[in-house]
């Protein structure tokens, strides 16, 4: 998704995009600059909590943080991961059979040659992680110092709404999957549902303001209920709608 190709795509629309950065796969000189930055940085402070800094990278503007929670989870995490390897260890090596089969499980082991069924911890690895504990970073087109290091980071961690819209339009409203084929009816049909979110979103963001808390299965299932009547004058010949009762 976060390809270059895709990118340069974005920059030839105008189109402003915030992403996450692969800061590990970064030539060997940015690497090493960030990471020297970070650690000059709680070398002057040895209780640093927090820290941020803008780079040029590419041509785009690379916004790198550390944080001293991010680097304690991380921490934790890689932690975890080699516990449950050495579980599974005997005389030094695990049996590749014996695990999870995920990058996330093998990403600390080191394989001695090809087709080998068993592997050893890697050391190197695992130092080489931890020198990346609490740092993260992320790459946009927001050139201008309009928008600073802090609102770049700040809209990025909005990032969990436009997951829950995804997630709120693919299982609640079965966008996907899609079962037509003609690109009329798909196109009408994802408009369709995105109409549905836009008007759920906007009732939920009123009925927040009036402290009230309603998910979307409940909000669908008191709409169900709503039934109106209509009636005629038989003298004017004018309709009217007589709504049921509302909860």
Request: with cysteine; proline share 1%; charged share 35%.
């Amino acid at each position: 998704m976060f390809s270059e190709e895709n990118l340069s795509s974005l920059d030839d629309k105008n189109v402003k995009f915030i992403v996450a950065a692969k800061l590990k796969s970064m030539n060997k000189i940015m690497k090493e600059e960030i990471l020297s930055d970070v650690k000059s940085a709680k070398e002057e402070d040895d209780k640093l909590s927090f820290w941020i800094k803008d780079y040029e990278y590419k041509g785009r503007r690379l916004v790198v943080s550390y944080s001293a929670k991010r680097a304690d989870k991380d921490r934790k995490d890689r932690e975890r991961l080699i516990e449950r390897i050495n579980k599974k260890m005997k005389n030094g090596k695990v049996r590749l059979a014996d695990l999870i089969n995920n990058t996330g499980t093998k990403k600390y082991l080191k394989i001695d040659r090809k087709g080998s069924k068993e592997a050893t911890l890697n050391e190197e690895k695992i130092k080489n992680d931890e020198r990346w504990d609490g740092i993260h970073g992320v790459i946009t087109n927001h050139i201008s110092n309009s928008v600073s290091s802090g609102e770049i980071l700040e809209r990025y961690r909005g990032l969990w709404q436009i997951e829950a819209a995804f997630r709120v339009n693919k299982h609640d409203l079965k966008m996907r999957p899609i079962y037509h084929w003609t690109p009329k009816r798909i196109k009408a049909h994802i408009l369709l549902c995105f109409i549905s979110y836009s008007l759920a979103s906007t009732v939920r963001y009123k009925l927040k303001q009036a402290n009230v808390k309603v998910s979307l299965d409940k909000m669908r299932e008191e709409l169900a209920r709503v039934q109106a009547s209509i009636v005629r004058d038989k003298r004017t010949g004018k309709r009217f709608i007589l709504p049921s009762k509302v909860t």
